[in-house]
Structures are given as structure tokens and as C-alpha cells.
């Protein structure tokens, strides 16, 4: 602790400008040309590094640096140089529809410096990038406005809308800095034979594991792309308007009990319903119940009598009104009970099931087995066969009725079954919920049940859920909330849903018989099937007959006439696509991580995990690294029909008019993701944001410009030995807790905290302390000068760490600071030079000694209003601080000392006291005026020069000097 034990009148006026300089150049009554000689004789840093580099000129820079350096030849160059074992990193394929966006340069820029933060320390890295390239988006907008197109016009513009978007998302990606092997042999495509080749062998081995089947269940349908749909490919509406009934259906045959109800034998009695989806009324085949539930007998003021759940009786009032408890009725013996359907007037049954819920509704459930996972779970445990009269457009069937057939069933459609009903329907209400929607047409899904091909995930999910235990999941502080999110979708998926009735895909690969139904596949046709993939290209299915896919020597196999067989336009699930993309890209191995957006819960992670699990009984990945989206200044999701996108290219390349988008730069662009997108859900995209990271790269611009200046040779060849300084030795201990710290947090995926560090550290020790208390050695004294020489050496060391721990983050700053090394006269590239920090920096004792001189630092400049070497002090010292000081000032008295220049005073008297507990410093004006030269020594000869600057000047050859 130290204490303040007075403050100096201001004697003279405040030099400020020296702490931006570093040294005195304003020489105060001296005339110009002398301070002009003098300046010469100063060993200022001297490079051809720009401080500051705008418009055309960064873009320009950021272009040749990726050239130059050897962006996109360092992945192969590390595959080549650099020793295992690879650290592996899997590529979620982004998807090949429309420009780059702010999503695509979050989750690649991430990437990106995940590997930089590998190789930088001589890891070598495995990294396929990738494209999903199917699917319905592409689909619509390759044949956007054509109609009467058959499915394979459809798939030849949709691979060339393919291509082109991958063409340009390829292009954004090189120029963001991110490596790879970009060529076509390096990258995996959803859509190439060799993938398509694959997954008909996936399937196949799924198939044969009997985890493959055709069946006839409910699943998400949108009526506006006329395909089945994933969970994954819905988006929820939560402002979605639903017509909410409670509707009255006749109970037919009573349970036991209630027949000797007097009041029963005049009146008849209805089950109440309550439903948001009055259009699958028509499909009603039962009523479900509860066995635990207790059920009530209730009488409303006309003296209708209804069942109803006992505690759904005040839920059911506030619709109806009063209603009147006459008998109860245990759940159970409902079963015995039969009902009229309210518009076919089928005699039908009630049945148990186990997902009855009593905080809202009757506590009865309407059931429509081809419009509900759990209706269908009960129908197919009592054995009713399901009947679904919609078809893939969203309309009702002929088998539906005259009345109903070709209605739109979610508009029309409801509103005529409502209508048809009325005298049975008590209450209408609108619900605003939250309701599925296609997020591709941003229109409502219903739930309806076709014939689909499915993944049984039952023998699988136990599996499934195991192996989550091990995985770990970044952010840390995340963990359990991400794990319970995919626990979750594991636990409540029966069934995966791997069809898809559209064209452009890859083909599910089986034959139909034409009368039956039943259907073919085999191995060896499998085979055959990747071999004509080779030939002629994954459009053969569509372009070949079912006879010439069959092929002769199969033909006389098959347990079928060839002429029963057809082949079918049924593609696999895009999701299956890309969730199989580690059976090609990685079928030997495990990846270390997979780094993609929260969504991908629902999406790629889970696809990869289930189909991992499956085909190989372990998961894909050791971890999940998992980042937010971008979002705009208001918080908002950007949206192009919102219309708050920002593209990438216009911060790195900027905008026709550059005070409105000025160009930033790629590094800004990669900093401000560093800095935002590892730890938050919504990563904001304001104006605000991006000029800080712009600040914060200029700011490394100028420590770096500075550290390769301060390299600049004045050296005559001889050969002297530097004379380390404590300070310096501080300087080592610093940049190795420095190194240590940076490498845990790209390690663990800290990004954001790296880049706090990043500049708390040039803030507060290499730019304050170490640069600034160097600059008297590093300019003022001999060139040769053993501790100038040991200043020399630590800024080259100081400017190798700091280069080497920003350059994941930045790699074209790095880079174009590297090149202008003074050493690097051959331009080797960073990223391919070794380097570690030795063990012998890690010195803390040293470090103590010169922190508490730091310390002491920071008080004489809170003390002193003026320039501090024009200041002497006298320190008493409390026992503890006095040992370390003494080190740093062997005599009671110095001008020299190395804590002179810590402190930098003039002089320093230093004793200690026995009895103090707490350190004081006084402070005082010297006599004499400071050297003309270095502004820190008193001048002490005749042409106002110090001691120092006299023998380094040689003043014998002092008239040489035009003054």
C-alpha cells in the first residue's frame, strides 16, 4: 500500500505531448536548427508499415495479403508439414440458396479461427467444407414463375442454381480470410455422385439393419409445397389465429352405472369436446379418456346434460355458463360407452389413452388418428384402421362427402364442417397460439397421414441419449441448457420421416408392385444403382426406365415380372442428406467438434447424431461448439423480407457513398464476430459495433507499427551481447502468462474473451509500461548499447507473440505485419513459421519486484502535473517494498537506475524504514534544465547535453553537427 504524501505546485507548463512521443523532441528555448541536429542523432523506429489503411487501399491489401501470404494454399501446406494427430473439424453444409449473409460469415469466420488457433501452434487440422444441395427452396426458385415443367427440367435448374450460389458463397468464404481446399476435389457436394453414392449404400444399411420402413403415419404436410415435412423445416408463428369449438357429440350406449340415472331415460347425454382443429372433425374416429381421470355428469341452465372431466368443470363454465354436477364417473368405465360421430352418425367407440390433460378443455379428447401423433398411437393400439380424407394440396377428398370434397381444409373447409354442425357446436372462440408453419412458403402445415418411408428411432434412442452424456458443448456456461435441449429431441421423436415427394433430391431407392404395393430393394441392386450414378449422373432415375434400372442379370433375380414393378419420384429428407455427410467425409473417424447455430439442435446435430448412432453405435462428434444469429440494432431477426439484412461485403469492401458504409476491412469484419458471436443468442449487427472493432484494429496497427519500427537495424555489424534489464525480464514473464492465457481460451473456444484480453493486454502492459518506459534506450542511447540491444530483443519477441496470438482472429493484419519484419527478407508467411515460448520467461519472482515499482509508478504519476523527469524523489520505503526496490537501486542515490526509469524520475533517494508500514514518496523540482536531446538527464555541459548524450554524440566531433 502506498500513501500520498504530497503534491507539487505546478512549476512549469505540462509537456503533453511527451507521453504520446516518448521522448522530449520539444525543446523549450533552444532555437529550431539545434533542435533539429539533435532530433537526427535520435534512434527513431523506422518501417514502412501504414498506420492506417481505407478505402480502395484495404481492399486491395486484404486481396493481395490472400495472395501473397498463401491463404489458399494453407490448408494443403499444413496437411503436408504439420504432424498429427488432426484435430477435426466438420463442416454443417451450408445451405447452396442465395448470397452470402451475416449468418454465413459468423459460422465460417468462427470455423476459421478455430483451425488458425490450431495450426498457429503446429496442429495439423482436417476440414472438408461443404454444401447441402437439395431440397425445396432451391427447387422453387430455380423454377420460379415456369409452370408445366417436368421433374427433370426441374432438376437441371436446380443444379444450376446450385452451382452458381455455391460459385458466389465460395467466393465471399476466400475472401473473409477462411482456409480450405476450395477447389471441387476438396469440398463435398449433397448433390455429386460420390455423395449420392454413399447415401444409396446408407440407406441400404439402414434398411437392412430393419430401421428403414414404409408405413402410413401422420407427419407435418404443407399443403403449399405438397410435401411432408421435418420438424426442422417448421418455424412457429406465434400470432397464428385458430377457431377454437367446443362441440357436443351424443353418447350412444351408456356406461353401467349411469343408466339408473332417472334423468338419462327423458334427455340425452353428449360428451363435451373441446378442439382447435374443427376441420379434422370429419376424420373423427374416437373419443380418448383417461382412466385416473374422474368425470362429472353436469346439467347446464336448458337442462342439457353433458360429460365433462370434474376439473375442467370451471374451465368449461366460463364458455357455457353455469352447469350443474349431477353424477361422477370414474375414467375407466367409460370404455363401456359409444358415441355418435356429429356428421356420418358412425356408432363409435371410447377409448383410454394416456395424454388427456385437465388445465384446459373437457378433459375428452377428439381423435383423428390421420392428423395426430398421439391420435394414431391410440388407433393403432386398439386396431382401427386410419382414415385420412385430405389430400396433398390441403383439400378434402371425395371419400370426404359431396358437401366437403375440394374445400380447402383450412378455411373453407372448417367453416362448412361448423356450418354443418352448428346445432352442435356451443361455443366459438379464436385462439391465438403459436402454430407450425413451412418455413420455406411461411404457410401453415397441417398434420397429416400418406404413406411415407420412416427411420424407427426406438431401438436406436436409448443409444442416443447415452452418448449425449459424453459430449461436451461450448459455450461452457450453456452446457446443461444445450444438452437438455437435444435430450429433449431425442426423447420425444418416435419416428423420423425420410421422404419427401418432390424432385429435386436423392432418389429413395426401391421398386413398388403396381397390385400390391409391396415394395423391392436389394444390395445388389443398390449396387447397380451406384454404378449407373457413375455413368450417367444422379439423374439417371429420372432419365432410365424401371426395366433399364433394373438391369438384365438382376431382372432374372427379382422375385417380381418386371412388368408389376414402377418405380417412384420419392426423394430422401434433405436432413438425411447432410445428416450422413460424416459417412463420407469422415468414415473412419470422429470429429473433435461440430460448429454450427443453436437451431442445428433440431437440425444437422441431431440428424448426424441419429444416423451415427445407427449405421456406426457411437456419436459423430466429441463437442459442439454452439453460436448465436445475427440480429439487427432493435433485436430483430434479419429477414430480406424485413429488409434489415446487412451484407457482409459492404463492411469489408464498403458502399458507393463511404460516409454512410465506409469500408471497414475484413479484420473488422472477423473481429466483431470474435467479439460477439460465441457467447450471446442474438449477435447484433449495429453501426456502433462494427466502428468499435474498427477502433480496436486500428489500435493494433499502431502497437504493431511501433514494435516493427522499434526492430529497425542501427546496427554496424558488431557483435554485442544484450544486457537484460529487469524490466525486460518482466516484459518475458509477461508475454508467457500472456501466452498461456490466450491458448486456454482458444482452446475452450473463448473468442470473445480473447479478444478482451487481446487488448487489455496491449492497454495496460505492452503500450503503457513496456513500450513507453523503453523508448529513452531505444531512442537516445548507443546503437550498440547492450541494454538498447536487450530492448531490441524483447520488442522482437513481443511483437512475435502478440503477432502469433491475433492472427487467428485477424490473419490479414498479422500477415501484413509479418511481412514487413525486418528479419523476414525471404516473406515467409506467419502461419508458417515455428515458434513456442520458452519456459525460462516464467520468471513471477522477477515479475513481483518490478510490479511493485509499477505500482509506485502509478502514484508519482498521479502526484506529479508536470513531466516526471524533470522531478526527483525520496522513497521510504515499508520492509517489503524495500526489497524489491533495492533490486532495482542498489545506492541510497542514482540518476541511472533501473528504476529511475520505471519511475521515470530525474533521481531517486531510496531508504528504508523499519517502522512504516506503508511506502512514501515525495517529489520535487530539480535544479537544472533537462538534455536538449533526450529530455530525461539534467544537461550538464555547455551545449545543454547530458552526460549520456555527450558520449553517445562523441561532443569532441560536436561541430560536425549543423546546429
Same mark, same amino acid.
Given at each position: 500500500?502506498?500513501?500520498?504524501i504530497?503534491?507539487m505546485?505546478?512549476v512549469r507548463?505540462?509537456?503533453?505531448?511527451y507521453?504520446?512521443?516518448?521522448?522530449?523532441?520539444?525543446?523549450?528555448g533552444v532555437?529550431? %536548427?539545434?533542435?533539429q541536429s539533435y532530433?537526427?542523432?535520435?534512434?527513431l523506429?523506422?518501417?514502412?508499415f501504414?498506420?492506417?489503411l481505407?478505402?480502395k487501399k484495404?481492399v486491395?491489401?486484404?486481396?493481395?495479403?490472400i495472395e501473397?501470404?498463401?491463404f489458399l494454399?494453407?490448408y494443403?501446406w499444413q496437411?503436408k508439414n504439420?504432424?498429427?494427430?488432426d484435430?477435426?473439424?466438420?463442416?454443417?453444409?451450408?445451405?447452396?440458396n442465395g448470397?452470402?449473409?451475416?449468418?454465413?460469415?459468423i459460422?465460417?469466420i468462427?470455423?476459421?479461427i478455430?483451425?488458425r488457433?490450431?495450426?498457429?501452434?503446429g496442429?495439423?487440422?482436417?476440414y472438408?467444407p461443404?454444401w447441402?444441395?437439395?431440397?425445396?427452396?432451391?427447387?422453387?426458385?430455380?423454377?420460379?414463375?415456369?409452370k408445366?415443367?417436368?421433374?427433370?427440367?426441374i432438376?437441371?435448374?436446380?443444379?444450376?442454381?446450385?452451382s452458381?450460389t455455391?460459385?458466389?458463397?465460395r467466393?465471399?468464404?476466400i475472401s473473409?480470410?477462411?482456409?480450405?481446399?476450395?477447389?471441387?476435389s476438396?469440398?463435398?457436394?449433397?448433390?455429386h455422385?460420390?455423395?449420392?453414392?454413399n447415401q444409396?449404400?446408407?440407406?441400404?444399411?439402414?434398411?437392412?439393419?430393419?430401421l428403414?420402413?414404409?408405413d402410413f403415419?401422420?407427419?407435418?404436410w $404443407?399443403? /403449399?409445397?405438397?410435401t411432408?415435412?421435418?420438424?426442422s423445416?417448421?418455424?412457429?408463428?406465434?400470432s397464428?389465429k /385458430?377457431?377454437?369449438?367446443?362441440?357436443?357429440?351424443?353418447? +350412444?350406449t351408456l356406461?353401467?352405472?349411469?343408466?339408473r340415472?332417472?334423468s338419462?331415460?327423458?334427455?340425452?347425454l353428449?360428451?363435451?369436446i373441446?378442439?382447435?382443429?374443427p376441420?379434422?372433425l370429419?376424420?373423427n374416429?374416437?373419443?380418448?379418456?383417461?382412466?385416473? %381421470?374422474?368425470?362429472?355428469?353436469?346439467e +347446464?341452465? $336448458?337442462?342439457?346434460?353433458y360429460?365433462?372431466?370434474?376439473?375442467?368443470?370451471? =374451465?368449461?363454465?366460463e364458455?357455457? *355458463?353455469p352447469l350443474k354436477?349431477?353424477?361422477n364417473?370414474?375414467?375407466?368405465?367409460?370404455?363401456?360407452?359409444?358415441?355418435l360421430?356429429?356428421?356420418?352418425?358412425?356408432?363409435?367407440p371410447?377409448?383410454p389413452?394416456?395424454h388427456?390433460?385437465?388445465n384446459?378443455?373437457?378433459?375428452?379428447v377428439h381423435?383423428?388418428?390421420a392428423?395426430g401423433?398421439?391420435?394414431?398411437v391410440?388407433?393403432?393400439?386398439?386396431?382401427i @384402421?386410419?382414415?385420412?380424407l385430405?389430400?396433398?394440396?390441403?383439400?378434402?377428398?371425395?371419400?370426404?362427402?359431396?358437401?366437403?370434397a375440394?374445400? &380447402?381444409?383450412?378455411s373453407?373447409?372448417a367453416?362448412?364442417?361448423?356450418?354443418y354442425?352448428?346445432? +352442435?357446436?356451443?361455443?366459438t372462440?379464436?385462439l391465438?397460439?403459436?402454430?407450425p408453419?413451412?418455413?420455406?412458403t411461411?404457410?401453415?402445415?397441417?398434420?397429416?397421414?400418406?404413406?411415407q418411408w420412416?427411420i424407427?428411432? &426406438?431401438?436406436?434412442?436409448?443409444k442416443?441419449?447415452?452418448?449425449?452424456s459424453s459430449?461436451?458443448?461450448?459455450?461452457?456456461?450453456?452446457?446443461? $441448457?444445450?444438452?437438455?435441449?437435444?435430450?429433449?429431441q431425442?426423447?420425444?421423436?418416435p419416428y423420423?420421416?425420410?421422404s419427401?415427394? #418432390?424432385?429435386?433430391g436423392? @432418389?429413395? @431407392?426401391?421398386?413398388?408392385?403396381?397390385?400390391?404395393?409391396?415394395?423391392?430393394?436389394?444390395?445388389k441392386w443398390?449396387d447397380r444403382?451406384c454404378?449407373?450414378t457413375?455413368?450417367?449422373?444422379?439423374?439417371?432415375?429420372?432419365?432410365?426406365?424401371?426395366?433399364?434400372?433394373?438391369? #438384365?442379370?438382376l431382372?432374372?433375380?427379382?422375385p417380381?415380372?418386371?412388368?408389376d414393378l414402377?418405380?417412384?419420384?420419392d426423394?430422401?429428407?434433405?436432413?438425411?442428406?447432410s445428416?450422413?455427410?460424416?459417412?463420407t467425409?469422415?468414415?473412419e =473417424?470422429?470429429a473433435?467438434?461440430?460448429?454450427?447455430?443453436?437451431?442445428?439442435?433440431?437440425?444437422?446435430f441431431q440428424?448426424?447424431?441419429?444416423?451415427?448412432?445407427a449405421l456406426?453405435?457411437r456419436?459423430?462428434?466429441?463437442?459442439?461448439?454452439?453460436?448465436?444469429?445475427?440480429?439487427d440494432?432493435?433485436?430483430a431477426k434479419?429477414s430480406k423480407s424485413?429488409g434489415?439484412?446487412?451484407?457482409?461485403?459492404?463492411?469489408?469492401?464498403g458502399?458507393?457513398d463511404?460516409?454512410?458504409?465506409p469500408?471497414y476491412?475484413?479484420?473488422?469484419?472477423?473481429?466483431?464476430?470474435?467479439?460477439?458471436a460465441c457467447? &450471446?443468442t442474438?449477435v447484433?449487427?449495429?453501426?456502433?459495433?462494427?466502428r468499435q472493432?474498427h477502433?480496436?484494429?486500428?489500435k493494433?496497427?499502431q502497437i504493431l507499427r511501433?514494435l516493427?519500427? *522499434?526492430?529497425?537495424s542501427?546496427?554496424?555489424?558488431?557483435?554485442?551481447e @544484450?544486457?537484460?534489464?529487469?524490466? +525486460?525480464?518482466?516484459?518475458?514473464?509477461a508475454?508467457?502468462q500472456?501466452d498461456?492465457?490466450i491458448?486456454h481460451?482458444?482452446?475452450?473456444?473463448l473468442y470473445?474473451?480473447?479478444?478482451?484480453?487481446v %487488448?487489455?493486454?496491449?492497454?495496460n502492459?505492452i503500450s503503457p509500461v513496456y513500450?513507453?518506459?523503453i523508448?529513452?534506450?531505444l531512442y537516445?542511447?548507443e546503437?550498440m548499447?547492450?541494454t538498447?540491444?536487450?530492448?531490441?530483443?524483447?520488442?522482437?519477441?513481443?511483437?512475435?507473440?502478440?503477432a502469433? /496470438?491475433?492472427a487467428p482472429?485477424?490473419?490479414h493484419?498479422?500477415e501484413?505485419?509479418w511481412l514487413?519484419h525486418?528479419?523476414?527478407l525471404?516473406?515467409?508467411p506467419?502461419y508458417?513459421?515455428?515458434?513456442?515460448?520458452?519456459?525460462?520467461?516464467?520468471?513471477p519472482?522477477i515479475?513481483?519486484?518490478?510490479?511493485?515499482?509499477l505500482?509506485?509508478?502509478s502514484?508519482?504519476?498521479?502526484?506529479?502535473d508536470?513531466?516526471?523527469?524533470?522531478?526527483?524523489?525520496t522513497?521510504?520505503?515499508s520492509?517489503?517494498?524495500?526489497e524489491?526496490?533495492?533490486i532495482l537501486q542498489?545506492d541510497?542515490e542514482s540518476?541511472? $537506475?533501473?528504476l529511475?526509469?520505471?519511475?521515470q524520475? /530525474?533521481?531517486?533517494?531510496?531508504t528504508?524504514?523499519?517502522?512504516?508500514?506503508e511506502?512514501q514518496?515525495?517529489?520535487r523540482?530539480?535544479e537544472?534544465?533537462?538534455?536538449q536531446?533526450?529530455?530525461r538527464?539534467?544537461e550538464l555541459?555547455?551545449?545543454?547535453?547530458c552526460s549520456?548524450?555527450?558520449?553517445v554524440?562523441?561532443?569532441?566531433n560536436l561541430?560536425?553537427?549543423s546546429?
Amino acid at each position: 500500500m502506498y500513501v500520498f504524501i504530497t503534491k507539487m505546485t505546478q512549476v512549469r507548463t505540462i509537456l503533453q505531448n511527451y507521453a504520446k512521443i516518448g521522448i522530449g523532441l520539444y525543446v523549450r528555448g533552444v532555437k529550431n %536548427t539545434a533542435k533539429q541536429s539533435y532530433t537526427k542523432t535520435v534512434l527513431l523506429p523506422q518501417t514502412n508499415f501504414p498506420v492506417r489503411l481505407g478505402g480502395k487501399k484495404r481492399v486491395e491489401m486484404d486481396n493481395y495479403l490472400i495472395e501473397k501470404c498463401g491463404f489458399l494454399e494453407l490448408y494443403k501446406w499444413q496437411r503436408k508439414n504439420l504432424s498429427g494427430p488432426d484435430f477435426i473439424l466438420h463442416d454443417g453444409p451450408p445451405y447452396a440458396n442465395g448470397k452470402p449473409h451475416m449468418g454465413h460469415a459468423i459460422n465460417k469466420i468462427l470455423k476459421d479461427i478455430t483451425l488458425r488457433s490450431k495450426i498457429i501452434t503446429g496442429r495439423r487440422v482436417h476440414y472438408v467444407p461443404g454444401w447441402d444441395c437439395h431440397g425445396l427452396p432451391i427447387e422453387l426458385k430455380a423454377v420460379r414463375d415456369i409452370k408445366d415443367i417436368s421433374p427433370l427440367e426441374i432438376r437441371q435448374k436446380a443444379q444450376k442454381y446450385a452451382s452458381d450460389t455455391i460459385g458466389k458463397q465460395r467466393e465471399a468464404f476466400i475472401s473473409w480470410g477462411t482456409i480450405a481446399d476450395w477447389s471441387e476435389s476438396g469440398c463435398y457436394f449433397t448433390n455429386h455422385p460420390s455423395y449420392v453414392k454413399n447415401q444409396l449404400q446408407q440407406f441400404m444399411n439402414l434398411y437392412e439393419k430393419g430401421l428403414v420402413k414404409r408405413d402410413f403415419k401422420p407427419v407435418y404436410w $404443407s399443403p /403449399s409445397s405438397k410435401t411432408a415435412l421435418a420438424e426442422s423445416e417448421l418455424e412457429y408463428n406465434e400470432s397464428h389465429k /385458430s377457431k377454437s369449438i367446443i362441440i357436443r357429440m351424443q353418447v +350412444d350406449t351408456l356406461p353401467s352405472n349411469l343408466r339408473r340415472l332417472e334423468s338419462l331415460e327423458k334427455k340425452p347425454l353428449h360428451a363435451l369436446i373441446w378442439t382447435t382443429t374443427p376441420w379434422t372433425l370429419i376424420a373423427n374416429q374416437a373419443i380418448a379418456f383417461s382412466n385416473d %381421470t374422474v368425470y362429472c355428469v353436469v346439467e +347446464d341452465n $336448458s337442462k342439457n346434460l353433458y360429460i365433462v372431466a370434474h376439473a375442467c368443470i370451471k =374451465y368449461v363454465e366460463e364458455k357455457l *355458463g353455469p352447469l350443474k354436477p349431477i353424477a361422477n364417473i370414474k375414467g375407466h368405465e367409460l370404455a363401456e360407452a359409444r358415441y355418435l360421430h356429429p356428421i356420418t352418425k358412425k356408432r363409435l367407440p371410447f377409448l383410454p389413452c394416456e395424454h388427456i390433460k385437465t388445465n384446459v378443455g373437457t378433459g375428452l379428447v377428439h381423435t383423428a388418428p390421420a392428423h395426430g401423433p398421439e391420435d394414431f398411437v391410440v388407433a393403432v393400439e386398439n386396431n382401427i @384402421p386410419i382414415i385420412s380424407l385430405v389430400n396433398e394440396e390441403g383439400c378434402y377428398t371425395k371419400e370426404a362427402g359431396d358437401k366437403f370434397a375440394g374445400l &380447402n381444409v383450412l378455411s373453407d373447409g372448417a367453416d362448412r364442417i361448423l356450418n354443418y354442425i352448428a346445432t +352442435d357446436v356451443l361455443h366459438t372462440d379464436t385462439l391465438v397460439h403459436s402454430y407450425p408453419y413451412d418455413w420455406r412458403t411461411k404457410k401453415p402445415v397441417i398434420i397429416r397421414a400418406s404413406y411415407q418411408w420412416f427411420i424407427d428411432l &426406438n431401438p436406436i434412442k436409448q443409444k442416443a441419449i447415452d452418448s449425449i452424456s459424453s459430449i461436451k458443448i461450448y459455450p461452457e456456461q450453456n452446457q446443461t $441448457s444445450y444438452l437438455n435441449a437435444l435430450l429433449a429431441q431425442i426423447k420425444q421423436r418416435p419416428y423420423w420421416c425420410i421422404s419427401r415427394q #418432390r424432385s429435386w433430391g436423392t @432418389p429413395i @431407392p426401391v421398386l413398388y408392385n403396381k397390385q400390391t404395393g409391396d415394395v423391392f430393394t436389394s444390395r445388389k441392386w443398390v449396387d447397380r444403382l451406384c454404378k449407373l450414378t457413375e455413368r450417367y449422373g444422379p439423374d439417371y432415375w429420372w432419365e432410365l426406365s424401371t426395366e433399364k434400372l433394373i438391369g #438384365r442379370e438382376l431382372r432374372q433375380e427379382l422375385p417380381y415380372n418386371v412388368d408389376d414393378l414402377e418405380k417412384r419420384t420419392d426423394i430422401m429428407d434433405i436432413w438425411l442428406d447432410s445428416g450422413l455427410s460424416w459417412s463420407t467425409v469422415l468414415p473412419e =473417424y470422429k470429429a473433435d467438434l461440430y460448429l454450427e447455430g443453436m437451431d442445428q439442435f433440431r437440425g444437422w446435430f441431431q440428424s448426424s447424431l441419429l444416423t451415427s448412432i445407427a449405421l456406426q453405435e457411437r456419436s459423430p462428434y466429441s463437442a459442439l461448439f454452439v453460436h448465436g444469429f445475427a440480429v439487427d440494432e432493435k433485436a430483430a431477426k434479419m429477414s430480406k423480407s424485413i429488409g434489415n439484412v446487412v451484407d457482409p461485403e459492404l463492411i469489408t469492401k464498403g458502399g458507393d457513398d463511404s460516409t454512410k458504409d465506409p469500408t471497414y476491412g475484413v479484420d473488422t469484419l472477423r473481429w466483431w464476430v470474435a467479439s460477439h458471436a460465441c457467447q &450471446n443468442t442474438q449477435v447484433p449487427v449495429t453501426t456502433a459495433l462494427l466502428r468499435q472493432s474498427h477502433e480496436y484494429i486500428h489500435k493494433l496497427r499502431q502497437i504493431l507499427r511501433f514494435l516493427l519500427g *522499434g526492430l529497425h537495424s542501427y546496427n554496424e555489424g558488431n557483435s554485442v551481447e @544484450p544486457e537484460y534489464l529487469y524490466l +525486460d525480464k518482466y516484459m518475458l514473464h509477461a508475454l508467457y502468462q500472456y501466452d498461456k492465457k490466450i491458448q486456454h481460451l482458444y482452446d475452450n473456444y473463448l473468442y470473445h474473451n480473447v479478444s478482451k484480453l487481446v %487488448t487489455h493486454f496491449l492497454a495496460n502492459t505492452i503500450s503503457p509500461v513496456y513500450c513507453h518506459l523503453i523508448k529513452d534506450r531505444l531512442y537516445c542511447d548507443e546503437a550498440m548499447s547492450p541494454t538498447r540491444l536487450a530492448a531490441v530483443e524483447i520488442t522482437r519477441e513481443t511483437l512475435t507473440v502478440f503477432a502469433r /496470438s491475433i492472427a487467428p482472429i485477424v490473419p490479414h493484419l498479422a500477415e501484413e505485419a509479418w511481412l514487413h519484419h525486418p528479419m523476414n527478407l525471404a516473406s515467409v508467411p506467419l502461419y508458417h513459421t515455428e515458434y513456442k515460448v520458452p519456459e525460462t520467461w516464467n520468471q513471477p519472482e522477477i515479475a513481483a519486484h518490478v510490479e511493485r515499482a509499477l505500482n509506485l509508478r502509478s502514484i508519482v504519476n498521479t502526484l506529479a502535473d508536470q513531466n516526471t523527469w524533470e522531478l526527483s524523489g525520496t522513497i521510504t520505503a515499508s520492509k517489503n517494498d524495500y526489497e524489491s526496490l533495492s533490486i532495482l537501486q542498489k545506492d541510497r542515490e542514482s540518476s541511472t $537506475s533501473e528504476l529511475c526509469e520505471i519511475l521515470q524520475l /530525474s533521481s531517486i533517494t531510496l531508504t528504508e524504514s523499519s517502522t512504516m508500514a506503508e511506502t512514501q514518496v515525495k517529489l520535487r523540482n530539480i535544479e537544472k534544465t533537462l538534455c536538449q536531446r533526450c529530455r530525461r538527464h539534467p544537461e550538464l555541459d555547455k551545449n545543454r547535453l547530458c552526460s549520456r548524450c555527450v558520449k553517445v554524440l562523441d561532443i569532441t566531433n560536436l561541430s560536425s553537427i549543423s546546429l
